[in-house]
């Protein structure tokens, strides 16, 4: 197996032979580019943080910078110099007070249909990111704004019904625009810069983006607890960016455990955690992960209008050698419910097919979680 720390040399490498070329654009005390749109609410000293846009030093179609629907099947190198190329601006703004011409601002590129054309003036020079670390997303420089002017742009007429909408609930505003088919990164930016709810406020970025799946999740499982149980056991496999799903649905009324897997110098880590049809009443053990692939399961249920149970395997290997977000738990496991799914007449048999591609035992992934004892326990619906 590689090792993360190479990995990690190999795109510093890359990305500061691009700064060679190219540092000057990274290093101003002003840019001039097209927002992909992108927004950032911080969440350091809570609740005054940092708010602003994220703008690359070019204009055009900028949009895959900062669309993970798109990044499937793109390398870490790639989604890296995505994150990378994007310069963060930032003001210190209340949380509870998401008003004024910056925030509308903001709020307004947030909506727009396409790129927004920016341009930001810093009170000093930004300088580039030149290291990596394996604990935290990458991001590139940041720049307190002194001055920003953005174009006007096309609102997505969705989201700007339901920034308008007053009386509509955050959570149903979310739900309202993914059922229309809004990206779920999209909303998430929207939910971040305080545009839903009747009482507004900005939410620092990672927070909104485990709500927003939290929120879709729980309406897509409450919605297949009325469908029929699946009537056998399927097994999907996906594998990207260093992480490797294995997704078992079997019958049972909804039952969910997600178990991950990880290496920290060379000692194996594990975390997990489970719910039943009344949901979890805590945060997750697994944080964000837990709720990203809950979404992507509850999507293939309600599609195929069954019930099941769940069980995902998430094995993290080295060459996920650079943190990029739980964006990708949703997209790979969204990907594993689209290939064909293998069959297995007993759950053993399921369990035996869901972990042959990986390096972790069945007996070690099983000793990590709850499964089998959930599985064991009556539900209501044994006594009627």
């Not at 998430?188 to 406020?201: A, E, L, N």
């Amino acid at each position: 197996m590689p090792d993360s720390q190479d990995i990690r040399k190999a795109i510093e490498v890359k990305w500061n032979e691009y700064l060679s070329k190219y540092g000057n654009l990274f290093s101003s005390d002003s840019i001039s580019g097209s927002s992909p749109p992108s927004v950032f609410v911080g969440s350091y000293n809570y609740p005054k943080v940092n708010v602003g846009p994220m703008v690359p030093p070019v204009h055009g179609d900028t949009s895959i910078l900062d669309l993970p629907e798109r990044w499937t099947g793109k390398s870490l190198d790639e989604i890296v110099n995505y994150r990378l190329n994007l310069i963060r601006g930032i003001q210190k703004v209340r949380v509870n007070e998401p008003t004024g011409r910056y925030i509308e601002n903001l709020q307004e590129m947030a909506m727009s249909e396409k790129a927004t054309d920016s341009d930001l003036q810093f009170y000093k020079k930004t300088s580039p990111v030149g290291l990596l670390d394996g604990y935290n997303a990458p991001f590139g420089p940041i720049g307190e704004i002194k001055s920003v002017k953005f174009s006007s742009s096309v609102s997505e007429r969705h989201i700007e019904k339901s920034y308008y909408d007053r009386d509509l609930k955050a959570s149903d505003a979310v739900l309202k625009l993914y059922n229309s088919g809004i990206e779920i990164s999209k909303i998430q930016k929207c939910f971040s810069i305080g545009m839903f709810g009747k009482k507004r406020k900005l939410v620092p970025t990672r927070w909104s983006i485990t709500a927003t799946d939290d929120i879709i999740s729980k309406s897509l499982i409450d919605e297949t607890l009325d469908y029929p149980l699946i009537d056998g056991n399927r097994i999907f496999h996906f594998s990207h960016l260093g992480n490797f799903f294995s997704v078992i649905l079997f019958p049972h009324r909804w039952l969910y455990e997600m178990i991950e897997a990880w290496y920290s110098n060379g000692v194996l880590g594990f975390g997990s955690d489970h719910e039943d049809a009344r949901g979890i009443d805590h945060p997750p053990a697994i944080a964000g992960a837990y709720f990203s692939a809950k979404l992507a399961v509850g999507e293939y249920l309600v599609k195929h209008q069954i019930q099941s149970g769940a069980l995902i395997f998430r094995e993290i290997r080295p060459e996920y050698a650079i943190p990029v977000g739980v964006w990708q738990i949703r997209e790979g496991v969204r990907a594993a419910m689209k290939q064909k799914p293998t069959l297995a007449d007993s759950f053993e048999k399921a369990l035996d097919i869901a972990v042959r591609p990986m390096s972790i035992s069945t007996k070690e992934w099983l000793a990590h979680g709850d499964i089998i004892k959930l599985m064991r326990q009556k539900t209501i619906s044994d006594f009627f």
